[in-house]
C-alpha cells in the first residue's frame, strides 16, 4: 500500500509558467515532508522541506504548501525554468528520527 | 569527496551469483537509507540504519536480501541468489540526525543488471 502517493506521472509547462506539482499521504502520523528532484543518471538531490508545524515554506522560486487536514501537499516553482526539467519526488516521515518514504515521483518538462 | 559514496557504480551479474554494493556516507551522517529504483519506477525503500539503533527492514523485499553497516559508518547491501527482478538502480543515502529541517544526501547509485 502505497503510503506517499504522487498521482501524475509527467506534467509539461511553458517557460515562465508556474508548475504545480502534487502529492498525498494516507499516514496521518507524518510530520515531516521533503521534496527531491532528479536528473537522469543522477542521485536525488534535496529541494526544500516543510514539518506539520506549518502550511507553507518558501525558497526562492520554490514553495511548499501543506494541508494536513487533507493530507496533501503541493511544491510550486515560479517562474518554471528549462533547467527544471527533472524528475520531482514528494516524500515523508514520521519523525525526524524515522524512515523517509518516497514517493513515485513526477516527471516535469519545462517548454522553452 | 565529501559527497555519499557508493560503488560499483554498473554491476553486470549472472542470474543466480550473489553481488554486494557498498555505501560510504558522508562523515558524521547517522542515518543510513538504502533505496532501489527499478526502471520507470519511484523511490523503494529498503532498509533504514540511524546511530545504534536496530535498522529498519521492513522494506526488504525477500530474504535474499541483507544489509550491515560497520562502525557506523561503510555500509553492504548483499543479494543472494540474484534474479531478473532485482536489476535495478541501487541508491544509498545518509543524513544527520535531523532537526526541522533535515535532509538526504544521495549517492549516485549502483546500477544492477541481472542477466
Known amino acids: 500500500d502505497q503510503q506517499v502517493k504522487q498521482n501524475s506521472p509527467s506534467l509539461s509547462v511553458q517557460e515562465g509558467r508556474i508548475s504545480i506539482l502534487n502529492c498525498d499521504y494516507t499516514?496521518?502520523?507524518?510530520?515531516?515532508f521533503l521534496w527531491y528532484k532528479k536528473y537522469p543518471a543522477e542521485g536525488p538531490t534535496f529541494l526544500i522541506s516543510?514539518?506539520?508545524?506549518?502550511d507553507k515554506n518558501e525558497d526562492g522560486r520554490f514553495t511548499v504548501f501543506l494541508n494536513k487536514s487533507a493530507k496533501h501537499l503541493s511544491l510550486h516553482i515560479v517562474p518554471s525554468q528549462p533547467g527544471d526539467s527533472a524528475v520531482y519526488f514528494c516524500?515523508?516521515?514520521?519523525?525526524?528520527?524515522?524512515?523517509?518514504?518516497f514517493g513515485p515521483g513526477t516527471s516535469l518538462s519545462v517548454i522553452p | 569527496g565529501a559527497g555519499v559514496s557508493q560503488s560499483p557504480s554498473n554491476k553486470v551479474t549472472e542470474k543466480g551469483k550473489d553481488v554486494e554494493l557498498r555505501c560510504d556516507p558522508i562523515?558524521?551522517?547517522?542515518?543510513l537509507y538504502w533505496y532501489r529504483q527499478s526502471l520507470g519506477q519511484g523511490l523503494e525503500f529498503l532498509i533504514y540504519?540511524?546511530?545504534?539503533?536496530?535498522?529498519?527492514k521492513s522494506g526488504l523485499p525477500s530474504d535474499r536480501f541483507s544489509a550491515e553497516r560497520t562502525g557506523g559508518s561503510v555500509s553492504t547491501l548483499t543479494i543472494q541468489r540474484t534474479q531478473q527482478e532485482d536489476s535495478a538502480v541501487y541508491l544509498c543515502?545518509?543524513?544527520?540526525?535531523?532537526?526541522?529541517?533535515?535532509?538526504?544526501?544521495f549517492g549516485e547509485g549502483s546500477r544492477l543488471t541481472v542477466l
Open positions: 499516514n496521518s502520523m507524518f510530520d515531516y
Open positions: 516543510i514539518s506539520s508545524i506549518k
Open positions: 562523515s558524521g551522517h547517522t542515518a
Open positions: 540504519f540511524q546511530g545504534n539503533s536496530a535498522p529498519d
Open positions: 543515502a545518509s543524513s544527520l540526525v535531523r532537526g526541522q529541517a533535515g535532509e538526504l544526501f
Open positions: 516524500a515523508a516521515s514520521e519523525t525526524s528520527y524515522d524512515k523517509v518514504i
